[in-house]
């Protein structure tokens, strides 16, 4: 037998806590998630909380401090930061190491540093080399998130020049509190990787959901705010992760191929079905449209999109996860994609040394040789308009949400584009300042699926935008519709407003309480338990407390900036009986009215996301918070949505751990968001 080498061993003490075999395969005996914690000793509780209190005495004082100007006080969550994990992890139980107490302490001694230091006008944290702890407030439920980075010491803060950034994705780590993360961040330890002169971020991504969901909007953010106080490159930021981290890392780069000069997934899960079946030993049995929503996250559907960002997937020879890296070869080749994949020989769930430093050799030289200039050819794949933009092509309209739709563009002469299209209704071209390459003076011509439309020139700028429609099989430029005074238009699936409910948790959401009597007392048990589980699970999932109201006290501005998620019945809930009004379906004391369906209201309940007939470009949610439950939690790769666009719940069969009862008829709405027969 050959010698094993010594191991590098990256983020793997972060994804112990696998849920590993058939123990995590019965619903009914589902461990904890987070797990519960460690005792906490009255002396130990009240040093912590006299820190706090010092520490948000200091809060206080900057808000109150007349003399900090705003750009100053945007630097305020870098001190909150502190104060949210600790108060966190004392709060809801959620130290899990002795050490952890000390960490605690010293989280609050920096943040307590870092609050003296803002109060007097000064933010020395941004000239750092090294591990730098920074944190944003999220536009999700308005909480403040920690993010860490890693500061080279050759990045110039007095000239600095744009730099390569890495995102490093984290492994899984069912007790990752704030607290534990913000260690592994001071001390730069945990899925360490150190390419020359690049700038490390390291995503929280919302505790431990593979950055999906809510996690995948807090990347975004993260990676966003670094780019205020740091001169990134914007053609060379990298996607990068191992274990869960390796999940992240693949779905990101399928998603967003144009963000990425490069995507390097290690290990982790690439699909759901055969990983679960191989690696957890899982029977599946899933509904029909939760099989049809694996495809929210399963990158093995979008591998082509790979062919429009550089990829090297790693795996260890010995590890079980390197399945998820075979799927991605196998799908790769099913559209004609050689995807390279690099094996640690002799090697479990870690980096193999020398395999790591040609991954890095490797990404190097496509880095250096990352053009700057826009592609002229490009290709997307996406089966929801969540995912509908590729640098200058945006996807409009699907002819149906979660099959199978895709577009490609290419320069074919100095002022023509040919595009094909499969499954598209509409889409625009849509080019910024000095990034169109046809001449002004010029008539552009597009060939469309054969058919040949000239828009209008491309400005003196170099920007151009043009808009396109399929109506009766034939191509034509999009104009705005006109209504008369008394004709409201129609709602139709677009970007940011596609479904399913679980869409709706990943953008700003308003929990809205109801304050009438419910019709019966079943489905008010029910939605009262529900409401306030969904509550709970939002702070342990998604690490951060959803803002909440009753509906007396909705105010215009709320229903302007949130997705509203109302609880109740239109007996109990004044706002449902006014979007009621205008939905395709009906609900009184009697019956649930869906498509040709119908339930009795005295033992049934509606779950649905549909655009807010108050302000159609939110949501409006009745009866849910996120879809998936305690059984999903003991893996990642079952963490996907577990109802579509609309559910009727028989309240007769309680709430379990996969479903909140009995689901009884289920469905997504057509692109019009009108009720479709179910299959």
């Known amino acids: 037998m050959r010698h094993v080498p010594v191991l590098i061993l990256l983020s793997l003490f972060l994804s112990s806590a696998l849920a590993d075999g058939p123990e995590d395969n019965d619903p009914k005996t589902v461990r904890q998630v987070p797990p519960p914690g460690i005792e906490v000793t009255p002396e130990q509780r009240a040093e912590i909380q006299a820190g706090l209190d010092t520490l948000q005495g200091k809060i206080e004082t900057i808000r109150a401090n007349e003399s900090l100007s705003p750009a100053l006080l945007s630097y305020l969550p870098d001190v909150e930061v502190f104060h949210k994990a600790v108060r966190d992890a004392l709060r809801h139980d959620e130290f899990f190491k002795p050490a952890e107490i000390h960490f605690a302490l010293d989280h609050l001694k920096l943040g307590m540093e870092r609050a003296d230091q803002l109060n007097r006008g000064e933010t020395p944290w941004l000239e750092e080399s090294g591990p730098v702890i920074r944190g944003f407030l999220s536009r999700i439920d308005g909480s403040v998130q920690p993010y860490g980075l890693e500061i080279p010491s050759t990045y110039d803060f007095a000239h600095p020049s744009p730099i390569r950034l890495d995102l490093w994705f984290h492994g899984r780590g069912e007790t990752l509190s704030e607290v534990a993360f913000l260690q592994q961040r001071r001390t730069g330890k945990g899925g360490k990787i150190s390419p020359p002169h690049t700038i490390v971020l390291h995503p929280y991504g919302r505790y431990s959901n593979a950055n999906r969901f809510a996690g995948e909007t807090d990347v975004l953010e993260a990676l966003e705010h670094a780019g205020k106080d740091y001169r990134i490159d914007e053609n060379r930021i990298l996607s990068r992760g191992f274990s869960m981290g390796g999940a992240s890392c693949w779905q990101f780069a399928v998603h967003f191929p144009g963000k990425w000069a490069a995507a390097q997934p290690g290990a982790g899960f690439s699909e ?66 050689d995807l390279v994949h690099f094996v640690g020989p002799e090697t479990e769930h870690q980096f193999h040394p020398d395999t790591l430093g040609t991954i890095e050799s490797r990404l190097a030289s496509i880095v250096s040789a990352t053009p700057t200039t826009v592609p002229e050819q ?100 999009k104009l705005h519709p006109v209504y008369s005074d008394d004709r409201k238009p129609q709602p139709k699936k677009k970007p940011g407003l596609q479904g399913p409910v679980d869409d709706a948790f990943t953008d700003s959401f308003l929990m809205v309480s109801p304050t009438g009597k419910p019709q019966y007392d079943l489905p008010g048990e029910w939605t009262h338990s529900e409401r306030e589980r969904a509550l709970v699970h939002w702070r342990k999932q998604f690490r951060g407390d959803a803002r909440t109201k009753p509906a007396s006290e909705v105010t215009d501005e709320d229903i302007a900036a949130h997705h509203l998620v109302l609880w109740g019945d239109p007996s109990s809930q004044p706002l449902m009986q006014q979007v009621l009004k205008e939905m395709p379906m009906s609900w009184d004391s009697d019956t649930i009215i869906v498509g040709d369906e119908r339930f009795a209201a005295k033992h049934h309940s509606l779950i649905l996301i549909y655009p807010n007939p108050l302000n159609p470009e939110r949501y409006v949610v009745f009866n849910s918070g996120f879809t998936y439950r305690e059984y999903a939690y003991l893996n990642n790769a079952r963490q996907t949505p577990k109802l579509p666009d609309w559910a009727v719940i028989d309240l007769r069969e309680p709430p379990g751990t996969r479903f909140p009862g009995k689901v009884v008829a289920a469905g997504f709405f057509d692109e019009q968001w009108q009720v479709k027969a179910l299959p």
Request: glycine share 6%; net charge negative.
């Open 378 to 477: 490009l290709r997307f794949t996406t089966y929801t308009l969540r995912y509908h933009r590729h640098h200058w092509i945006q996807i409009d309209g699907l002819e149906e949400h979660w099959e199978r739709s895709r577009i490609e563009a290419r320069r074919t002469g100095d002022s023509e584009i040919t595009i094909t299209t499969e499954g598209i209704t509409a889409f625009s071209l849509d080019f910024g300042p000095g990034e169109c390459w046809i001449d002004p003076m010029t008539q552009p011509v597009l060939r469309i699926n054969d058919e040949v439309l000239r828009p209008g020139k491309v400005r003196s700028d170099r920007s151009w935008r043009a808009g396109f429609v399929n109506l009766d099989e034939q191509w034509s430029l």
């Open 272 to 337: 759901t079905p055969d990983f679960l079946k191989t690696f957890q030993g899982e029977t599946l049995n899933p509904a029909w449209w939760e099989k049809k929503l694996w495809r929210w996250y399963d990158a093995t559907e979008w591998v082509e999109n790979l062919s429009q960002v550089p990829t090297i997937a790693y795996s260890g020879e010995l590890d079980r996860q390197k399945q998820a890296a075979d799927m991605m070869v196998s799908a790769g080749r099913e559209v004609g994609l």
